[in-house]
C-alpha cells in the first residue's frame, strides 16, 4: 500500500530499518473523524477551480451531522461536524464582531537566498478590536546557508487600515496582500530593503472536519488547518535594493481562526512542528476549561513529501517527567511526556527523551494597565521545551523510528 511505501522511505532516509512487524497489530482504536489520505481543494463560488489537480483523490464523505442548538452549554463538538473535505471555505475570513474573535494566516517560506515568514492577523482580542497585525521577518543566508542578514516585519493596523471580504481570501493590510488566484496562495509584502512576492501552491489537510464547537451556540468555533506543505514555489522573488532575486524552495502554511477567547476555551495548550525537506511531524493538544465538560483533545499528523503518512484525532498524553515554575505562579507542567497516537490498527508514538523547560510571561510587555486587566481572565505563561524525540511509526504492519531533536510548546492559562 502507498503508506507502507512512505513508512518504508521515511526509515531509510533517516538511516533505520522499516521491516513488517512480526507482533500482532493493536486492536481498533474508535475514531472521531475520518482522516483522508489527501484533501483535495474545493474553491467557494466564483474562485479559479483546480479539480484537475486533484481529481485522482476520492472526495471524503460528509462527516454526520448534529443539531448544535439542542447541546448543552458545556459541550464540546470535536472534528465530526461539517466535512472532511478540505474547501476555500474553511479559511476565508469570518470578521465577526465577537470580542474573543482571532484569525490567522501564516506562512514559512523555506526559499533561498531568502527566507521569509509572514503572518496575516485580525483580532478583537483583549485591546485589539478591529485590529490588523503583520509579523514576520526576511532573512538572507549566503551559499553556506548560514545566515547573514535578518529583517523583521511587525504592523499594527487599526480599523479601517486593512481590508478583507467574507467571500473570497483577500486580505490588504496596508502593502502586504495575501489572495487566491488561480488554484495558489499568492502573497506580497515589503521589509526594510525592498519587497517580496510568492505563489505558492496548496496541499491542504485538516483534523477530521478541522472544526471544534463551543457550547451550543454554531458561531462559537475553533478551526485550524495546514494549508500547504512540502511544496515546491511556483514563482519567488525578493527585491533587495532594487535588484529582484529569483528564490526556490519550499513552503509551509496554517490557518487558524476563533470566535472565543483562548483563555474560555483552554487551560493548557501544547503544539510541536517539525519540518524538514522531506517529513513533517504536527500534533497539537488542548486541555479544555473548566467551564466545558471536554476531555483534552487534539491531533498528530506525519507527511512524507507532500504526502499523508499518518493522521489521528485519538491522542494519548502519559507525562514522564514534572517541572515545577515556582517563579511563575507554581505551574506544574508535563515537561517531558509520551503520546500515542491512533488510527484503526496503525499507530504513532512520539516520545521525549530529554527536556529543558525555558518560560516566557506572555503579558510581560503589555503597559502595566493592559497587563492589570488582561491577568483577570487568565496568567499565561508560554514554555519552549528544547527536546530530544523518537518517533515510532506502525503503518499496514510495517515500522520506521524516527530520532530527531527540536523545540516544543506548551502554555498553561491558568
Not at 487534539?298 to 504526502?307: C, I, K, L
Request: hydrophobic share 35%.
Amino acid at each position: 500500500m502507498k503508506q507502507c511505501i512512505f513508512v518504508a522511505i521515511i526509515a531509510s532516509l533517516f538511516c533505520m530499518s522499516a521491516c513488517k512487524s512480526a507482533e500482532t497489530p493493536a486492536p481498533a482504536q474508535p475514531q472521531e473523524a475520518a482522516q483522508p489520505a489527501a484533501q483535495p481543494v474545493e474553491e467557494p463560488a466564483g474562485q479559479p477551480s483546480t479539480a484537475a489537480e486533484t481529481t485522482e483523490e476520492p472526495e471524503a464523505e460528509q462527516a454526520p451531522q448534529v443539531d448544535l442548538t439542542k447541546l448543552p452549554e458545556d459541550a464540546v463538538t470535536i472534528y465530526t461536524q461539517g466535512s472532511t473535505k478540505f474547501s476555500m471555505k474553511d479559511i476565508l475570513p469570518i470578521l465577526s464582531d465577537s470580542s474573543g474573535y482571532s484569525q490567522k494566516w501564516e506562512f514559512y517560506i523555506y526559499t533561498r537566498p531568502y527566507e521569509v515568514r509572514v503572518k496575516f492577523e485580525i483580532s478583537n482580542f483583549a485591546f485589539s478590536k478591529n485590529e490588523g497585525k503583520i509579523r514576520g521577518y526576511v532573512r538572507r543566508y549566503d551559499d553556506k546557508d548560514e545566515q547573514i542578514e535578518n529583517y523583521s516585519l511587525s504592523k499594527n493596523l487599526k480599523n479601517g487600515q486593512w481590508k478583507a471580504r467574507k467571500d473570497t481570501l483577500a486580505l490588504e493590510f496596508d502593502d502586504y496582500s495575501l489572495s487566491w488566484q488561480n488554484g495558489m496562495f499568492h502573497l506580497k509584502g515589503s521589509y526594510d530593503k525592498g519587497t517580496f512576492e510568492y505563489d505558492i501552491p496548496a496541499n491542504p489537510w485538516k483534523p477530521g472536519t478541522g472544526v471544534v464547537y463551543f457550547g451550543n451556540n454554531p458561531s462559537n468555533v475553533f478551526k485550524y488547518s495546514i494549508l500547504t506543505y512540502h511544496q515546491q514555489v511556483a514563482k519567488g522573488t525578493v527585491v533587495a535594493d532594487g535588484t529582484p532575486v529569483e528564490v526556490k524552495g519550499q513552503a509551509y502554511a496554517n490557518h487558524y481562526a476563533t470566535n472565543i477567547a483562548v483563555y474560555d476555551m483552554f487551560d493548557e495548550v501544547a503544539d510541536f512542528r517539525k519540518r524538514t525537506e522531506n517529513l513533517l511531524v504536527e500534533f497539537r493538544y488542548y486541555e479544555p476549561s473548566a467551564k466545558y465538560n471536554a476531555q483534552p483533545f487534539g491531533f498528530f499528523f506525519v507527511a512524507f513529501e507532500g504526502q499523508p503518512v499518518f493522521s489521528s484525532t485519538s491522542i494519548e498524553r502519559t507525562p514522564l517527567e514534572t517541572w515545577l515554575d515556582e517563579e511563575n505562579y507554581g505551574y506544574e507542567i508535563s515537561s517531558r511526556q509520551r503520546i500515542v497516537a491512533h488510527d484503526g490498527s496503525n499507530s504513532a508514538t512520539f516520545e521525549m527523551l530529554t527536556a529543558e523547560p525555558e518560560a516566557k510571561d506572555v503579558y510581560a510587555d503589555l503597559p502595566a494597565f493592559q497587563r492589570n486587566v488582561a491577568s483577570r481572565f487568565a496568567k499565561p505563561i508560554e514554555y519552549s521545551i528544547p527536546i530530544d524525540w523518537e518517533l515510532l511509526l506502525n503503518v499496514d504492519g510495517y515500522q520506521a523510528k524516527i530520532p530527531m531533536s527540536a523545540s516544543y510548546s506548551i502554555t498553561r492559562l491558568r
